[in-house]
């Protein structure tokens, strides 16, 4: 059994800002030009430094933790506990960058194996303290900021420890990998054995295995390899009830997947332990180009002729003619009016294709003459070299954008390919209402399925002068359009407490029920992730 670490860990990210603070950078100059056009710049000091509350479980109640996992492994020092504090949304941002660390754990806990995460939930459930499982903090949907109320505190149970890769099988073509591996962790232990696990959500910097697990994570790459629930095939959790071990086979009529019971848990029916999921060769040719379409209606038809064809690509996304206007497709070229050395117009599409030449060439070809005979118009390489350059990048633009007082946020949906264009009016309509006139309502199409796809929003508005309350009221108006279509509240952000409201029209009372009682019997006291998932 191979047992191999990362040989370096990754940093942490900034408290109050998204990934490494190195490289934040001020806004493009073409950017900059644009959005004081259309908002105004309001420049945005820095708030000082505010102190975390003061631990409220009693000093003996944690000895005794530590004299099981290590005084080292049980953190209560204001830095620590601050960098475990909820996850990275925009309404996360801007409470910290508030000065609110109401949602401070108590502790920061950090196991070291198995063994370890099933101590510290028995010691939970023995003093009753809420558990918030972290692994690398990127949630968007409030799936961090647990309810504390009748608990006797909350801990950050911080998986970072938990990073090795467990096992390789060159014949099946598996790997079992530990919850706290980053992405770029994982794969480069997966690329000294020639493989890949493909998963590259926008995310993946600082995103952890057990994450993308326990929210169902989809990747940019989801059309070649897979969302990753679908790669999926073994898990280990740790439950307050007992451990469960599932993944005997790659397939099995053994009465319903219990896997896909844990898969998008969110932490709340057990902590996962170690992943094991299909792998691929590391590919040998990677190419990415750029289309035009004269429509976001004829570059969304493209697409599904191309999945029901099942010529997908790797990577295929399609902006709309708003998000092709500025660029956002391109963070660092945002306001420029070329694509590809040609005028802007129409709907940027970047398709990506990876593998073995012969492979990538043959696919390659194919879909041109679908997309080319559809309409398309071919871009070259060009503006597929520059979305992968930039294809991480968003996130620190929005900062950026915050900086200057532009309020940004992003949500996604899914639905059938008969309801598209129902969802897509009716959620633009249901933004533009409520963030009033000025508001930029960007769309792009980033995973597509024989029967569907996700559509992906970005809002930007000049910020009001509570602006946590001008997106929360943007974000319900949404949710309320997307239920009203019949949509999916969510296609990969997962749950969290922010989508709550809006999963029982979803799955329904009964539904609900399965949920609850799932909860009562793996974690019959409540202390995993209180208030999260389960409505």
Not at 75 to 95: E, H, I, V, Y
Not at 245 to 258: F, K, Q, R
Not at 376 to 384: A, F, H, N, T
Not at 439 to 461: D, K, N
Request: aromatic content about 6%.
């Amino acid at each position: 059994m191979t047992l191999t670490s990362p040989a370096a860990e990754q940093g942490e990210m900034h408290p109050s800002r998204w990934g490494d603070p190195a490289r934040a950078a001020a806004l493009p100059d073409t950017a900059r030009g644009l959005i004081e056009m259309v908002f105004g710049l309001d420049e945005r000091p820095a708030l000082a430094e505010v102190s975390v509350p003061p631990p409220a479980i009693d000093t003996k109640v944690l000895d005794e933790l530590a004299a099981t996992l290590g005084a080292e492994h049980v953190l209560t020092d204001d830095a620590t506990r601050r960098l475990r504090t909820r996850g990275k949304s925009t309404p996360d941002l801007l409470r910290q960058r508030a000065g609110d660390l109401t949602d401070a754990p108590d502790a920061v806990v950090r196991p070291g194996s198995h063994d370890d995460v099933m101590a510290v939930l028995a010691w939970a459930v023995a003093h009753h303290v809420a558990v918030v499982p972290f692994g690398g903090g990127t949630c968007v949907t409030g799936g961090l900021a647990a309810r504390r109320d009748g608990f006797a505190g909350l801990v950050s149970l911080d998986l970072v420890r938990l990073k090795r890769l467990l096992d390789v099988d060159h014949t099946s073509m598996t790997a079992t990998l530990e919850p706290g591996l980053r992405g770029p962790e994982a794969e480069a232990l997966l690329a000294a054995e020639g493989l890949t696990l493909g998963h590259f959500p926008q995310s993946f910097e600082y995103a952890s295995i057990g994450g993308f697990a326990a929210t169902r994570s989809s990747g940019q790459s989801s059309a070649g390899y897979g969302r990753f629930d679908a790669l999926v095939v073994g898990l280990r959790v740790a439950t307050p009830s007992g451990e469960v071990s599932l993944g005997s086979a790659p397939a099995n009529a053994a009465g319903p997947d219990l896997r896909q019971l844990f898969l998008g848990s969110e932490g709340a029916f057990g902590v996962i332990t170690a992943v094991t999921v299909r792998v691929r060769r590391l590919p040998a040719e990677k190419v990415y180009e750029g289309w035009r379409w004269p429509s976001f209606v004829d570059g969304a038809a493209a697409m599904r002729t191309l999945a029901q064809a099942g010529l997908l690509p790797t990577v295929i996304r399609l902006s709309d003619e708003a998000e092709t206007a500025i660029n956002l497709a391109r963070p660092e070229e945002i306001g420029q009016s070329e694509i590809g050395g040609q005028s802007a117009g129409g709907c940027l599409m970047i398709t990506g294709f990876e593998g073995e030449p012969d492979a990538v060439s043959a696919r390659r070809a194919a879909v041109t003459a679908v997309l080319s005979g559809l309409g398309g118009q071919s871009l070259g390489e060009e503006p597929g070299a520059s979305w992968v350059k930039g294809r991480f990048d968003a996130p620190y633009l929005r900062d950026s954008l915050l900086d200057v007082g532009v309020l940004v946020e992003t949500l996604e949906t899914a639905t059938f390919w008969s309801g598209l264009e129902t969802l897509y009016a009716g959620v633009r309509s249901a933004l533009e209402a409520s963030l009033g006139d000025g508001a930029m309502v960007l769309c792009h199409i980033s995973h597509v399925y024989e029967t569907g796809c996700s559509l992906y929003f970005t809002v930007a508005q000049k910020a009001a002068a509570d602006p946590l309350s001008q997106w929360l009221d943007a974000k319900a108006a949404a949710c309320d359009a997307i239920t009203e279509a019949g949509a999916t509240i969510t296609h990969h952000h997962a749950v969290g407490t922010d989508h709550k409201p809006w999963l029982s029209a979803e799955i329904g009372d009964v539904g609900v029920s399965v949920l609850r009682a799932v909860k009562a019997d793996l974690d019959p006291t409540g202390v995993l992730n209180p208030g999260v998932l389960v409505p």
